[in-house]
């Protein structure tokens, strides 16, 4: 009774223990004399062994085999040896795998030789599994200890026990330098209590002090620095310890004191700068600074409340109230610019110049207006139409027709054998170009000069009448726009004998609403000195002066592939502005773009072209598109439209073909700048002007380069990040697996990161980044490109 009793418990011990019994012979592919039942819970039976169907060697991780031979012809060899100990792999009957470990009794002949294993086998894949964990743990945390961009010590029994890589960059030491010594000795006098109060609190209470506590540093050059110090209570070693986390905060300190003088700076601007500056919520006055008040008369209690459009005259309350609205509506960040007419509390009219755009204030939406006085500068305009009328009035008198005739020799610079007695309107007499001394040549616009040239040979060779407007300077150096009509009178064998025409002064055409001041100002005013991207902004700003029109945008066409993009735009959602931010030559708006001539149209038009998507939602009415050339060829293109206008008049039409005119020689200008310089400036541009995640990193995981919206997006100031490990941008959570992806990433093994990061105020940041390999300045390089993947 007690043997069967015995015999079922070890029946029931087999069935259900992890360790199964086998006895195999080490010979062909380990044939199974006996398996424990218990083999089922790799789901095999004891059946598909003994039967002969199975051998042992079947269901070994075949890149195990060679492991277990191995130590099979070692024992066979040591005659001595009784027992086998082995760890390997088998494969489960679903496929899966387990790692074992086998003891075994070697059994053997009279000679020595083994004829029978009798082991027993224990599943050991969680231990295994365990491992690995702990080693890809142990590989992660001295990934974020040593390659971090904080430094790191342990301190037990008031002795620096451990410091990481970047405390002893920061501090100037070697590692064996600082270890055995205190950390009191490299803090400022002024912290040291502060640092031990913390410290004692936190091994006394065993437990992370919450808040953050900040102090300077001596480094071994005598140099300081301040730092951000967190403390967490530890083990180490088995005995309690301190962690203190150092993170080097001098850039953010610059960043704190450069912002306090800007808002000190802001603060003088306004209030004591020469601008009324006013903020508008819920169509109220919700501030104003003291130089509107000293205009419109009020005092602040009773301009505050105050029903903003009451400030003006009653033709432009309408206008203000309709434009502020809208722009509500439609989100309008980009700053919007005209003219009003004020009342002050004694019913004076002020001309002013308003310009207003969307902010927050005080937690709420609202609109900031800063309005300009330009009384005096509509005075001195009046003053300059009336004394222009009166030169009008004086000219007609003086000469019965507006219209001078000439005849030129055709030669370099054309010499002049006749012109009519009415050249007295350019300050040039007869007799100055008659006797020589004044080539016609020499009245052209150097900006003009080439391409007069050129149209004339063109005319020349093609047979056919001059026509072309151009600029020329009158004898006091005053810049007026001709039309010139000429036809080419020849030989009898086709050769031409000399030149007749016409000019007649259109300056007052092309330079309608108040635009005479461009082409003496233009060239000097844009002439760039500075970045390529400050000149296009500025470029795109002055344009937009230009009456009836509220928006555009800059595009640049590629030398080489005739491609266009956008490199400065204003008044333009972001979402338009992503839609036509590039066009590829071969698509109908990139031929559209480059015709060789202006085209005004609706945008409903342009959008009717539009297959892939509908950006009517802009509601652009009026459209201009004009071509920026430079020695014949297209450089540029302005891209211009109103979102009130339905029609651009010709005069402003003229007003923007003079802009752009004078631009090809600058942007053409730009171009012909080293190849290098060019292409650097455009590219760093052109990142900068991204609206999606860009940043480079190095293979130690640390930042290199970010561009602005990736700086706005995560809340730093401009390269506050440089220099800081890409892994504290994620979140606690999170660090292990971004660290154990970005070793992927860097490894070849993966190219996409998903994992949320965490911006400086503690906001989750869904992106999505893809990572590209590259070289700088020779060095392996991680590109990462990512786009938000919902708004904040």
């Given amino acids: ?223 300081r620095f301040p730092a951000e110090i967190s403390f967490s209570y530890i083990h180490h070693e088995f005995k309690p310890a301190v962690v203190m986390t ?89 700053p919007r610019k005209y003219e009003v007419e004020l009342i002050s509390k004694d019913n004076e009219k002020i001309a002013a110049e308003l310009n207003s755009s969307i902010i927050e204030h005080e937690g709420k939406p609202a609109y900031m207006a800063i309005i300009r006085d330009i009384r005096e500068q509509k005075e001195r305009e009046r003053e300059l139409l009336e004394l222009l009328e009166m030169q009008k009035l004086l000219v007609n008198v003086i000469n019965n027709s507006p219209t001078v005739i000439f005849i030129w020799r055709p030669e370099n610079d054309w010499p002049v054998e006749f012109v009519s007695e009415n050249i007295s309107q350019f300050g040039y007499s007869v007799e100055d170009f008659i006797s020589g001394n004044i080539l016609y040549g020499d009245l052209i616009h150097p900006s003009d000069i080439e391409n007069v040239k050129a149209e004339v040979l063109r005319c020349n060779l093609a047979g056919i009448d001059f026509s072309y407007e151009y600029r020329i300077f009158t004898k006091s150096g005053e810049i007026r726009w001709v039309d010139e009509r000429s036809i080419y009178k020849r030989d009898e064998r086709g050769d031409v004998e000399y030149i007749q025409g016409i000019i007649v002064d259109i300056t007052d055409r092309k330079n309608v609403n108040d ?31 230009i009456d009836k029109i509220d928006c555009g945008a800059l595009y640049l066409v590629d030398d080489l592939t005739g491609e266009l993009s956008i490199v400065a735009h204003r008044g333009l959602s972001a979402n338009f502005v992503k839609s036509t931010r590039y066009y590829d030559p071969k698509s109908i708006n990139g031929k559209l773009f480059t015709t060789e001539y202006p085209i005004y149209k609706l945008y409903s038009e342009i ?122 941008l994620y979140p606690q959570n999170k660090a292990l697996e971004a660290a154990s992806v970005l070793a992927d990433i860097m490894a070849g093994k993966k190219a996409i990161s998903n994992i949320p990061m965490e911006s400086y105020d503690g906001n989750t940041v869904l992106a999505e980044t893809k990572f590209t390999r590259a070289k700088l300045n020779e060095k392996s390089v991680l590109v990462g490109l990512g786009r938000e993947l919902i708004n904040r």
């Avoid at 209030?271 to 602040?300: H, W």
């Avoid at 509908?614 to 201009?624: G, N």
């Fill in 1 to 223: 009774m007690k043997s069967n009793l015995e015999n079922i418990g070890l029946k029931w011990i087999h069935k259900n223990s992890r360790i199964f019994a086998i006895l195999w012979k080490p010979v062909g592919n380990w044939a199974v004399e006996f398996v424990s039942e218990n083999i089922d819970q790799y789901g095999y039976s004891q059946e598909d062994f003994s039967s002969g169907k199975m051998m042992y060697g079947d269901i070994i991780y075949p890149e195990d085999t060679d492991k277990i031979n191995s130590a099979l012809l070692e024992c066979g060899e040591n005659k001595d040896e009784q027992f086998l100990d082995l760890e390997y792999r088998i494969i489960s009957k679903s496929g899966k795998l387990h790692w074992v470990a086998e003891r075994s009794l070697l059994i053997r002949d009279n000679k020595g030789n083994i004829i029978n294993i009798r082991g027993l086998v224990l599943d050991i894949t969680e231990h295994k599994n365990a491992e690995l964990e702990l080693r890809i743990s142990e590989e992660k945390y001295v990934t974020l200890v040593e390659k971090g961009n904080d430094g790191i010590i342990i301190v037990q029994d008031d002795t620096l026990k451990f410091v990481n890589s970047k405390i002893c960059e920061l501090l100037g030491y070697e590692r064996e330098e600082l270890l055995g010594g205190q950390v009191l000795d490299h803090v400022l006098v002024d912290y040291k209590r502060m640092i031990s109060k913390r410290y004692n609190k936190t091994l006394n209470d065993k437990m992370n002090v919450r808040r953050n506590s900040e102090a300077e540093f001596l480094t071994k050059q005598g140099n």
């Fill in 607 to 728: 959008n009717a072209l539009n297959k892939d998507e509908d950006l009517s939602y802009e509601d652009l009415k009026a459209m201009a598109i004009v071509p920026i050339k430079h020695n014949k060829k297209i450089v540029a293109v302005l891209f211009l439209a109103s979102h009130s206008e339905s029609e651009i008049p010709s005069d402003i039409r003229s007003s923007i073909e003079t802009v752009s005119m004078q631009a090809g020689s600058i942007i053409g200008n730009i171009r012909d700048r080293p190849q290098v310089v060019k292409s650097t400036d455009i590219s760093q541009y052109l990142i900068d002007s991204l609206e999606d995640l860009f940043f480079v990193i190095g293979m130690d995981g640390c930042i290199l380069y970010t561009n602005q919206y990736f700086d706005d997006l995560m809340g730093y100031v401009k390269d506050e990040l440089i220099g800081m490990s890409l892994l504290k």
């Fill in 246 to 334: 150092i993170r080097d905060i001098s850039e953010r300190k610059r960043a704190e004191i450069e912002l306090k003088d800007s808002e000190k700076k802001y603060s003088t601007l306004v209030e004591k700068g020469d601008d009324m500056i006013v903020i508008v919520q819920n169509d109220s006055l919700a501030f104003s600074n003291p130089k509107f008040r000293s205009v419109t008369g009020y005092q602040k209690d009773e301009a505050i409340g105050k029903h903003f459009s009451e400030f003006f005259s009653k033709g432009y309350r309408k206008m203000i109230g309709e434009r502020f609205r809208g722009d509500m509506a439609k989100n309008w960040t980009s």
């Fill in 515 to 545: 635009f005479i001041h461009i082409e003496a100002e233009v060239g000097d005013f844009f002439s760039p000195t500075g970045d390529m991207k400050s000149v296009f902004e500025q470029f795109l700003e002055f344009t937009l002066q």
